[in-house]
């Protein structure tokens, strides 16, 4: 009789240890939707966030000055560089014409498509990388005049990541 007690103890006891494991599993798997969509939230959130500092560019009419103005902002950003293709003067060649900038100056910009507004294929760098000084002294071959007028647009590079800005002339 003793044997039997204990046998149906210990049977009781895993039963109930046994509902309380699947009640967990079947809650959790409830709750994994849930979990995911807000993890996704948060994620879109961040990045909005992270990307706010750039709406002021995106895909707006700016002056000349305005560039000389994201040159100083974006120096303290880490691999990022700004394109910009300058309004064709009579006389003026294409490396005169297009400019890239590092503002952080860790480096060179990578090869960059003006005619698509995307970056090119493959890992070159532009040729045409400047510094802040050359694009606001007037008698620099790069001068960029404050009352020029560019449209701005973000560039993302394929982690969908802000890398660049691009400013073409009006």
Not at 6 to 32: E, N, V
Not at 48 to 69: C, P, R, W
């Amino acid at each position: 009789m003793e044997n039997i007690a204990s046998f149906l103890k210990t049977t009781i006891s895993i039963l109930i240890t046994l509902a309380i494991i699947s009640a967990g599993l079947f809650l959790w798997g409830k709750t994994q939707p849930v979990v995911e969509l807000a993890n996704s939230q948060a994620a879109a959130q961040a990045r909005e966030l992270s990307e706010q500092q750039y709406s002021a560019f995106d895909n707006q009419l700016v002056s000349g000055s305005q560039i000389l103005t994201a040159y100083r902002r974006y120096e303290s950003e880490q691999n990022f560089c700004l394109y910009v293709e300058r309004p064709y003067v009579y006389g003026q060649t294409d490396s005169n014409r297009y400019i890239s900038m590092n503002p952080s100056g860790d480096g060179y910009c990578r090869a960059f498509d003006y005619s698509w507004g995307q970056f090119k294929e493959g890992t070159g760098n532009d040729p045409n990388t400047v510094k802040d000084k050359m694009i606001s002294d007037a008698s620099s071959q790069y001068y960029i005049s404050p009352q020029s007028r560019f449209r701005a647009t973000l560039i993302k590079d394929h982690n969908e990541r802000i890398a660049a800005i691009y400013f073409r002339a009006k």
